[in-house]
């Protein structure tokens, strides 16, 4: 990091913004810099802690010239990307991403914000990190369930565009159960270089980065009926599954493609069906109180085959047929 600081950044004064959680069970990445400490949590993605966290910068003095480098999760990438968009018009920040998901999706694609009461990552900027520091051995200390979270998205990436990589993840299960690190820089080095090639075409979501929300649209549902109990990364596999499944029932995805991703899910210890407290009933209506919302239609990413998105007309969605849902839940 310091190193990094000299060369790229050598006149910029750092200040970090961590994790509580992270800051106690990690040495930080820059031991003499100021660092600013919130509690973690996706409770604390909020315009309050943003305001917190701005005016300490502001009492502190900092100036134009300030880097400002996240160290946590994707709630902190997002907050403190946030803060560092809105500081004096915008600063440069640093990601040291924590977890799986924050490493392989959050410092991935400029996205940084905060959540209201009205809903998630309502406030926010596109403000891209200057630079994103990954290192496997920080994701030693994560828990379990946080760590196989992350890998859903990493599923995912192999399922819209590169079927050989979602092989690749599964055939090296016991590698990645044991978080290797030389396997863990390959999984991040692809799925970095596959959202990022994605973003990149299309920074500001026109069309083609709908697919990297493939098994979303049902996810967002489950989420929303478990009380957001469901882990985000748990509910994504389980709608990558259900996905996929539907697309099969409506004659766009290949047969077999909901087994294929259920198998690579299963190979990195997801869930490939909903909790058994997470009825039918309450996903199709919340699924159905979203179509209400959205003017009639609920939209998802399909896929043609694993590593190949299935395209509508010009589109990359597909409207969905909740009747059709209704029959898979059952
Ligand atoms: N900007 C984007 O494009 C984008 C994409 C995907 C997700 N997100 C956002 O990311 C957030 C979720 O990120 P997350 O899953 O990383 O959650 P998180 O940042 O809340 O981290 C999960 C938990 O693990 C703890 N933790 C983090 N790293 C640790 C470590 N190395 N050791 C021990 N504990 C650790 C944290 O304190 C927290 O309790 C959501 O708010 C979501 O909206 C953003
Ligand atoms: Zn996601």
């Not at 990690?26 to 996706?42: H, K, N, Y």
């Not at 978080?179 to 920074?203: C, H, N, W, Y």
């Not at 029932?249 to 997801?270: D, F, I, K, Q």
Request: proline share 7%; with cysteine; charged share 20%.
């Amino acid at each position: 990091m310091r190193t990094l600081l000299e060369t790229e950044f050598p006149s910029r004064q750092p200040v970090i913004i961590a994790d509580a959680t992270v800051a106690a069970a990690l040495p930080s990445p820059l031991p003499d810099a100021v660092q600013l400490t919130f509690r973690g949590g996706e409770g604390s993605k909020t315009r309050d802690e943003w305001l917190r966290l701005t005016d300490a910068l502001l009492e502190r003095s900092f100036d134009r010239n300030t880097i400002i480098i996240a160290f946590g999760g994707g709630v902190t990438t997002d907050l403190a990307g946030f803060v560092a968009a809105t500081y004096l018009r915008g600063v440069p920040w640093i990601a040291v991403p924590t977890t799986t998901l924050a490493m392989i999706d959050a410092s991935v694609g400029g996205k940084t914000g905060v959540n209201t009461p009205a809903g998630k990552n309502l406030v926010g900027a596109f403000h891209p990190p200057a630079a994103v520091c990954c290192d496997p051995m920080l994701l030693r200390t994560l828990p379990d369930r946080a760590y196989r979270e992350g890998l859903a998205e990493a599923v995912k990436h192999g399922l819209i565009l590169d079927a050989e990589y979602g092989r690749w993840i599964a055939s090296h299960r016991d590698a990645v159960a044991r978080r290797d690190p030389a396997t863990l820089t390959t999984l991040i080095e692809r799925s970095v270089g596959i959202k990022a090639d994605v973003v990149e075409q299309d920074e500001r979501e026109g069309g083609r980065r709908a697919i990297l929300n493939a098994g979303h649209t049902i996810a967002h549902a489950l989420e929303q009926v478990s009380g957001y109990t469901l882990p985000h990364g748990e509910a994504v596999a389980i709608g990558l599954v259900l996905e996929t499944r539907l697309g099969e029932a409506m004659g766009v995805t290949a047969p077999g493609t909901s087994n294929r991703a259920a198998e690579w899910l299963r190979a990195v210890g997801l869930p490939v069906a909903p909790p058994a407290n997470v009825r039918a009933e309450p996903i199709l209506l919340a699924m159905h109180a979203d179509k209400k919302n959205r003017g009639g239609e609920i939209h998802a990413a399909l896929i043609a085959e694993p590593g190949v998105p299935a395209r509508d007309g010009e589109g990359w969605t597909h409207p969905i047929d909740l009747s059709l849902l209704a029959t898979l839940l059952r």
